[in-house]
């Protein structure tokens, strides 16, 4: 069983930033890709971010040029860095691995409000 811990969300004003962390209780080579996903109440989880094994990376189309995907192999670790925040990127972020089994993190909550 993997688990997935991320951290780094709080309460950020507009333009601000946060990096959000997700540290994997495994080695995260093991996975064919690793994402962040977000989802607000009443809505469905939607993609931010994913990092596959040889490091492609793609993103959703809203925060292209200002969220970037990373990660630490050795450290077991996928980053978010995310910039100019705007209000509508409030929402719980979830860590995910993907592989033949797939693992989700808890969340953890990003609001952007002044």
């Known amino acids: 069983q993997v688990q997935l811990a991320e951290s780094g969300g709080g309460l950020v004003q507009p333009g601000g930033s946060l990096r959000l962390s997700c540290a994997a209780s495994?080695?995260?080579?093991?996975?064919?890709?690793m994402g962040w996903y977000r989802q607000v109440p009443g809505k469905e989880r939607e993609l931010v971010a994913k990092?596959?094994?040889?490091?492609?990376?793609n993103y959703a189309d809203s925060v292209k040029g200002r969220f970037a995907i990373s990660r630490d192999i050795a450290k077991s670790t996928v980053y978010l860095q995310m910039n100019s925040l705007k209000p509508e990127d409030t929402a719980v972020y979830y860590c995910?691995?993907?592989?033949?089994?797939?693992?989700w993190g808890q969340g953890t909550q990003v609001t952007v409000s002044s």
């Open positions: 990092i596959s094994r040889t490091g492609f990376i």
């Open positions: 495994g080695s995260i080579f093991n996975f064919d890709r």
């Open positions: 995910k691995a993907e592989g033949r089994f797939n693992y």
